[in-house]
């Protein structure tokens, strides 16, 4: 499946997880297509390193992407 992009080196935080996943994820036509471990680059032409972020789900009914980096910096990614 080709890909619009694929976010690397993410911490994926599930509301029925134990804790941080490292997993890839992969965007298509805005939305998650793909939550899995080493996504091939092959599957894009647009990668993007995480720097190690965490990533929530959207909260309430906007989904989103929430980023948060080691300083607790938040980045908020709509539409995804």
Do not use: C, Q, W
Request: charged letters at 30%.
């Amino acid at each position: 499946m080709a890909l619009d992009l694929i976010l690397k080196n993410i911490r994926v935080v599930r509301p029925d997880g134990d804790g941080p996943e490292d997993l890839d994820i992969g965007i298509l036509d805005g939305k998650i297509a793909r939550l899995e471990k080493n996504i091939s680059p092959d599957d894009t032409n647009k990668v993007h390193d995480g720097g190690g972020r965490l990533v929530f789900p959207g909260f309430g009914n906007k989904p989103a992407l929430i980023l948060v980096d080691e300083a607790t910096e938040m980045n908020y990614v709509k539409g995804l």
